[in-house]
């Protein structure tokens, strides 16, 4: 068994291979090696070390036998990621280098990107929390619905925004509606319309029969 320290040269992402150079050995370069990964099987996970990095490289015999690239570690250079909220040794974290994390860690999940986050099920999916869901974009907001839709609140909902369109051709409201300013139904206005047939006068009119 020998283990040499090397410095990654060249990936092969689709077959989870690497070369690698060893300075130890006047620079000799290896072969396509496979990286070592946790799961293979029922499931997989999949990491591979980046380029220029230093990984450690175990070969069972010789050199001409089957070599394996082991994982990496931390050094002054590249040290032990600081991620805001702390590591503790039950802490899954990876971060890629344009500042995606994801970090698991008992009572807390945290994921981060500058780019999009996708979460796709061919079934249900339910986000449930005992404190409040706060959902807020600078862009827009939009939920659709194949088939019913419904919002419910235990106490007052509002909807806030400069124009409110209801688009539908019947709109039911089963209790009271109050209105603070002029309705136009039917494009005549509820508190500007005139009634003919009637002289103008001082007495009301009766009730609407
Ligand atoms: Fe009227």
């Not at 070592?36 to 099987?41: K, L």
């Not at 175990?58 to 805001?84: E, F, R």
Request: charge should be negative; glycine fraction near 8%.
């Amino acid at each position: 068994m020998q283990l040499h320290r090397g410095i990654i040269i060249e990936l092969k992402p689709d077959e989870a291979k690497a070369r690698a150079i060893l300075p130890a050995m006047d620079g000799m370069e290896t072969d396509w090696l496979p990286v070592a990964q946790h799961w293979t099987h029922r499931g997989a996970t999949y990491q591979m070390p980046r380029m220029d990095q230093q990984v450690y490289v175990i070969y069972a015999a010789d050199h001409a036998a089957d070599g394996l690239i082991l994982a990496s570690l931390y050094s002054q250079k590249h040290p032990v990621p600081t991620p805001k909220e702390g590591l503790e040794a039950d802490s899954y974290f990876i971060s890629t280098a344009d500042g995606t994390k994801l970090h698991i860690k008992p009572g807390y999940v945290y994921i981060s990107t500058p780019g999009d986050i996708e979460a796709e099920a061919k079934g249900t999916i339910t986000a449930s929390a005992a404190g409040a869901i706060h959902a807020e974009t600078k862009s827009s907001l939009t939920a659709k619905a194949a088939s019913s839709a419904t919002v419910e609140a235990g106490s007052q909902a509002t909807i806030k925004a400069p124009q409110i369109t209801l688009d539908a051709p019947q709109v039911t409201i089963t209790g009271a509606l109050k209105v603070a300013n002029d309705a136009v139904i039917s494009g005549k206005s509820f508190l500007g319309h005139r009634h003919g047939g009637v002289m103008s006068g001082t007495s009301t009119t009766a009730v609407p029969v």
